[in-house]
């Protein structure tokens, strides 16, 4: 099992022709990825050259619009490639055209570019699932990534991760790697974005194979306050924590946009205290993290 994400996914990529879109496609189809298609509207009608996980050539179609990829192949995921300024209208095409589940790696999209989008979402019935704006992604070890995490660092096995930050979504997977992930999820650090850190906390909870949960949090805003009051009321699995920046100065912004503290609310410590109210274990460092992690599993 796994949240959001599986080996039966098919994926489709806006902005396959650019840059990113390229590479990217091709370490998703590396990794497994069932990618069955992309969007370029002014590349519709043409294909583009690519490698699948065995080896042999693949072929995939260019699509004028979501909608089309959808109709002519089925898509279920699409994740997005797509320049800042053009990402907001990205967004509203896969959100009209029903798409399950988008992914959105783009960093640097306006925060109220994102929050237009997000109501858009909620105004058509939340039939779309977004996850980012500027974020990893999602993978689903062994079956299928749709994001940007290099897919061989870990293995299948009973953690669920989510985190705000993608390097140390990075590092944890690889410090745990001896026990394996069922899902990986980076929500992304914007102010504004699709999938919270409860949202995944609920559906790994709901997960009957993940038996433990690593949750990744930093300085600025209260998702991690809020996150904490979630667990101690809905989640009876074990938790462990991590809150990047506890050496960060005061009423500076650090790294991601969302990561700026105002008084004592949003500290590292504000949310580590409020996490270990919740009965979440809150490591130090990454390593400190997996550490309580391994414990955790060995007792299970």
């Known amino acids: 099992m796994s949240i959001f994400l599986n080996k039966d996914s098919k994926v489709i990529v806006q902005g396959i022709t650019g840059g990113e879109g390229t590479k990217h496609t091709a370490l998703m189809l590396k990794a497994g990825t069932q990618v069955v298609g992309g969007v370029n509207a002014r590349k519709a009608g043409t294909t583009v050259l690519h490698t699948d996980a065995e080896g042999n050539p693949v072929e995939l179609p260019v699509f004028a ?97 989510v985190s705000k930050s993608g390097t140390l979504t990075y590092q944890m997977m690889y410090e745990l790697r001896e026990i394996g992930f069922s899902t990986a999820i980076g929500i992304g650090g914007d102010p504004v974005i699709g999938t919270t850190h409860i949202d995944a906390l609920a559906a790994f909870e709901a997960d009957p194979e993940t038996k433990a949960i690593v949750m990744i949090g930093e300085i600025g805003g209260d998702a991690e306050e809020r996150a904490a009051d979630f667990i101690k009321a809905n989640v009876t699995k074990p938790v462990v924590g991590y809150v990047a920046g506890f050496t960060a100065p005061e009423g500076k912004t650090m790294g991601h946009a969302g990561a700026i503290v105002s008084g004592s609310a949003g500290t590292a410590q504000a949310k580590k205290e409020a996490l270990e109210a919740a009965g979440v274990k809150v490591g130090k460092t990454p390593s400190e993290t997996a550490e309580l992690m391994r414990g955790i599993i060995a007792g299970l």
């Open 65 to 161: 619009s979501v909608a089309e990829a959808i109709e002519k192949t089925g898509a279920d995921v699409s994740i997005a490639f797509v320049p800042p300024a053009f990402t907001k209208d990205a967004m509203v095409e896969a959100i009209d055209a029903e798409i399950p589940l988008l992914v959105v790696i783009t960093e640097g999209v306006p925060v109220g570019d994102t929050a237009e989008a997000w109501a858009y979402a909620q105004s058509k019935g939340n039939t779309t699932r977004i996850i980012g704006p500027n974020c990893p992604g999602i993978i689903t070890p062994g079956e299928s990534l749709v994001g940007i995490t290099p897919a061989n660092i870990t293995g299948k096995g009973p953690i669920g991760l």
